[in-house]
């Protein structure tokens, strides 16, 4: 059965964002924290309207929202599952809609001798599944992760999808 929910507007002027530009990412958290998709609040934006249930969305969509008056599409930049809210953002450039790291923990390519042997700011490319170019990145490794700093935000849309991992034109791994 599906249960209705709230849906909440955050605006791409939203504080939520603001952190975002003086940012050096510096560290480890720092790191992490860019590479994780944000976790919104309804005290984050402006209740908009009313969903019929959660799981017909993906982040990232833009179809079957089903809100009117705005000057451009909305799209789905957060869902929170445990309070039934959808997070939505206001046309294709919201800051909501993007990374700019991703984030490998080393659990998961033990093994991979190339990738961790890699040093400190080497440049590899990535590759979206469904994308014809590569994305220049900067490895920037940490104790526990392997953060790909990137030269250009991509959707967090993408996310759902495989990544590729280049170094000197040879896919050394995938991101699933």
Known sequence: MKQKGQIVEILSSSSVYRKDKILNLPNEADLLSESQKKQYSLFDGVLVGEHQGLGDFKLGQRKGINLGGKKKPMYVIGIDTQENRL??????????????????????????????????????????????????????????????????????????????????????????
């Not at 990374?99 to 440049?123: C, H, P, R, Y």
């Open 87 to 176: 997070f939505v953002g206001e046309g294709a450039d919201h800051p909501g809609l993007f990374i700019k790291v991703l984030a490998i923990d080393k659990t998961e390519i033990e093994g991979n001798e190339q990738i961790l042997s890699l040093a400190s700011n080497t440049l590899l490319e990535v590759q979206p599944e469904f994308e014809e170019n590569t994305i220049p990145a900067q490895l920037l490794p940490s104790e526990d992760y392997l953060f790909l700093k990137l030269e250009r935000p991509i959707r967090i849309d993408i996310m759902n999808h495989n990544i590729s991992v280049f170094y000197k034109n040879t896919m050394i791994f995938n991101i699933k």
